[in-house]
């Protein structure tokens, strides 16, 4: 479950990211007609929580068209003084109801989710649970009037402005409590993500003392972040640090000290088998080529030249996958491209 919980965070805050952060005013994603609105963008989660969970009997009423097959996801936890405990599961419940606008007027849907709450919860949480809830709707309509620094959207001082941005709006309206609540997981990605780039942009370091680094901050997640994000931080840092090596005209040794650097010395074994079966495919497929370009160009007939080309084919790719994988190199080398090997 924790795992599922996780994935589902790294799935929005990967969205959340790539539009430079939640505060960007994005589109409505509920209904045909939508309007674009700050308050429609971020968590839509389907993730419960053991707890106090209100027990409703017919849901139609509270939710917009397009949710008419679904649950409202509004699974709050409250401890033995029927307080609210304020975690993720509040925001994915908020979120769910703000995603209706489009559908609804942000007043109605205020009124749905009172009469919701009113419906599954008592005092205190009922009014911890509303006073949030007003509280968070403010905070998304701000969040879209926040204003773009004035930095390269390649430079990751533009990031990190922006995150102080939206950390110091959350303060204006949340406790520090209610911050970890509602926002922990996410920034605990954000700032990992801002770290790595931070890294990887640093001047003052090789790619060897990058790779290094790199797997220092990577060291210091929470386990089941570790756990979700190691293929994915760990591929994408490969190929970024070794493009550069490449691109720069670093030597094998940069390259295999890099690797051992960022995924240890097994891995660094199997990347090196794979840069020499795909060095060994490359040079293959390139001599095939040129001596098919000579068939080509020889005065032999048509029907005589796919003969022969028939031929060298089978003698130098006797595996049909390899032979199917043939034809894509020769159409594009045939049109003038660039061959489509792997890097």
Known sequence: ???????????VVVIILLGFLVW?????????????????????????????????????????????????????????????IVNEQTR???????????????????????RYMQKGYKEPALSQIIDLWNRYIDYRVQLGNLKEPNLDKQDPEYYRKVFALMNNLRAQFFSSAEIQGLFGAENTYHEYTLDRMSIIADPSLNEVQKAQKLKELFAQ???DWRENLEQLS?????????????????????LRQMRMNLVGAEATTRLEQLDQDRGQWKSRVNEYLTQRDQILKSQMSESAQQQAIAQLRQQQFKNPQEQLRLGTFETTHDSGGKL???E
């Not at 017919?58 to 949710?67: I, N």
């Not at 769910?96 to 609804?104: L, S, V």
């Open 234 to 254: 760990k591929l994408e840092d490969l190929r970024k640090l070794t493009s550069d090596i490449k691109a720069r005209g670093g030597s094998a040794e940069e």
């Open 24 to 84: 960007l005013a994005p589109s409505a994603t509920t209904g045909s007609n939508t309007t674009p609105h700050p308050l429609v963008d971020a968590q839509h989660s389907t993730s419960s929580l053991t707890g106090h969970t209100a027990s409703h009997g017919t849901t139609q009423p509270f939710v917009s068209t397009s949710q008419q097959d679904t649950e409202v996801n509004c699974q709050l936890s409250l401890n033995q003084s029927q307080h609210l």
């Open 340 to 342: 489509p090997f792997a």
């Open 1 to 11: 479950m924790q795992k599922k919980k996780l994935w589902l965070i790294l799935a």
């Open 221 to 223: 997640l929470p386990e």
């Open 92 to 114: 994915n419940c908020f979120e769910y109801f703000i995603t209706q606008y489009g559908e609804k007027q942000i007043d109605q849907i205020k009124q749905d989710f009172t």
